[in-house]
């Protein structure tokens, strides 16, 4: 099976520092979709941030953004000047092209401290 | 616009009991998915819809999960005579069509409880 893996269940910081969240995956595959998906207690999800495999500039949006290394398999999240609003569940997810389906990992529980 | 919508938001059910949740995507999306996310754990996909392409059912976990899309817009996920380890959300995506990686838009989910 193909998987994606949080080996971080839950973490928490201070409000306005900067938190890494880790996801590693495994693939046979040369092009696919990584996604970083936020889930609130309103149990919405919401996408954060999105990278293409193909594409070696690592994505950013605001304060998110990603290291991507695609020789090790790995997909951290990064978030800078943290908020309360930051505190979610944090799912790291994979697509391969042409077959939409993610595969989620087990999530990371993010909590802020004000 | 009007965002993804599922209903029920919440649903208890006994054991053996057959249920119905219902999706609708966004409009002018063509791909739907179902994925389901039992407590403390990550979410599982179960069936996904593109068009007028057969479904992909490869997720479903057993014969009593069913799904079906009716004109290429609502879905609705039937699951037969529940079983306890049934109980999770349910939570349903869209998307503007296959390929690229596109977005996957959620609702909010729904609720199964099944005592």
């Known amino acids: 099976a193909q998987t994606v893996t949080q080996s971080q269940p839950e973490m928490s910081v201070q409000e306005a520092e900067t938190v890494t969240l880790s996801c590693t995956y495994d693939?046979?595959?040369?092009?696919?979709?990584l996604f970083w998906y936020k889930q609130p207690p309103s149990r919405q999800m919401i996408l954060v941030i999105r990278?293409?495999?193909?594409?070696?500039q690592n994505a950013t949006e605001n304060r998110f953004s990603v290291n991507f290394q695609k020789a090790a398999k790995s997909f951290s999240l990064k978030i800078s000047d943290s908020q309360l609003g930051d505190t979610a569940m944090y799912f790291c997810?994979?697509?391969?092209?042409?077959?939409?389906?993610?595969?989620f990992g087990t999530g990371t529980r993010l909590t802020i401290i004000p | 616009g009007a965002g993804v919508s599922q209903s029920p938001s919440n649903k208890v059910t006994e054991k053996g009991k057959d249920v119905e949740l219902r999706c609708d995507p966004i409009?002018?999306?063509?791909?739907l998915y179902w994925y389901r996310q039992s407590l403390g754990q990550g979410l599982e996909f179960l069936i996904y819809?593109?068009?007028?392409?057969?479904?992909?059912k490869s997720g479903l976990p057993s014969d009593r999960f069913s799904a079906e899309r009716t004109g290429g817009s609502v879905s609705t996920l039937t699951i037969q005579r529940t079983q306890q380890e049934d109980s999770a959300v349910y939570l349903c995506?869209?998307?503007?069509?296959?390929?690229?990686?596109?977005?996957?838009?959620f609702g909010p989910g729904t609720r199964l409880t099944v005592t």
């Open positions: 990278q293409e495999a193909y594409k070696q």
């Open positions: 819809f593109q068009g007028n392409s057969a479904p992909d």
């Open positions: 997810a994979r697509s391969d092209f042409g077959n939409e389906k993610l595969t």
């Open positions: 409009s002018g999306h063509t791909a």
């Open positions: 995506a869209s998307s503007l069509e296959r390929g690229m990686g596109y977005e996957q838009y």
């Open positions: 693939t046979s595959e040369n092009n696919y979709y």
